[in-house]
């Protein structure tokens, strides 16, 4: 069977730090993966998906960036932190390809900046 | 574009109490559309899925209906536990490369005893 896992869990950094979150998911090949945002209170944001190793696209334009090394790995980074890049990162997973692809998501990381 | 709207919450309700949660969509073509639920503290779960017009989607007591013509995919439970507390999230796919979904804005579920 198919996980994901996220690390780390929690994560409190100081404004102007940088950021590096993981995101690995077992049991299948090729996956489409996805990172998303949920700010407090809001809705989830689909902030970057990938097709394939190295292939990124961006939804929203930020000072955070994500990058895709191995075929199950996702990592999402920022060189400075601000602010408002406090929340819940969730990443996702789906088959490729495919009508109506189910997206499985990973525990979450909340990162608190200060 | 699409977008998925959701009614605001919170919503509370007494346990073995009947539950809706209504959600709309706007989407061109046909999408496949979502329910997923968040507890506290976690990441989302899918609790059910329709992918096309008229299916019924139903896991755990929940239940929700495509409709196309009304555009619209309301969760419903007959009878709700305390441990059903939490967030629920409507969402659509339209079908691609990558399939993204789009999610409404949450509803958040608050069963007292």
């Known amino acids: 069977s198919q996980t994901i896992h996220q690390w780390p869990a929690t994560l409190v950094q100081p404004v102007g730090s940088p950021l590096s979150l993981e995101c690995t998911v077992e049991g299948t090949s090729n996956p489409n993966l996805y990172w998303y945002r949920q700010a407090a209170g809001r809705g989830l944001q689909l902030l970057f998906y990938?097709?394939?190793?190295?292939?990124i696209s961006s939804e929203v334009p930020q000072n955070l960036s994500a990058s895709r090394p191995q075929d199950r790995q996702f990592i999402l980074s920022s060189k400075k932190l601000l602010l408002s890049d406090s929340g819940f990162y969730l990443c996702?997973?789906?088959?490729?390809?495919?009508?109506?692809?189910?997206?499985?998501f990973g525990p979450g990381t909340r990162l608190t900046v200060l | 574009g699409n977008s998925v709207t959701q009614m605001e919450g919170p919503v509370t309700l007494s346990e073995e109490a009947f539950l809706t949660i209504n959600c709309t969509y706007t989407a061109t073509g046909y999408p496949s559309l979502f329910w997923y639920v968040q507890y506290p503290g976690e990441g989302l779960q899918l609790l059910l899925k329709a992918t096309k017009a008229d299916d019924k989607g139903s896991n755990k007591g929940f239940e929700a209906t495509y409709r196309k013509e009304t555009t619209s995919f309301h969760l419903e439970k007959g009878s709700v536990q305390v441990s059903d507390s939490a967030v629920y999230f409507c969402a659509l796919i339209r079908t691609g490369t990558a399939s993204k979904l789009t999610f409404g804005t949450g509803t958040r579920l608050q069963v007292t005893l």
């Open positions: 990938s097709v394939g190793i190295g292939q």
């Open positions: 996702a997973w789906s088959l490729a390809g495919g009508p109506g692809d189910t997206q499985y």
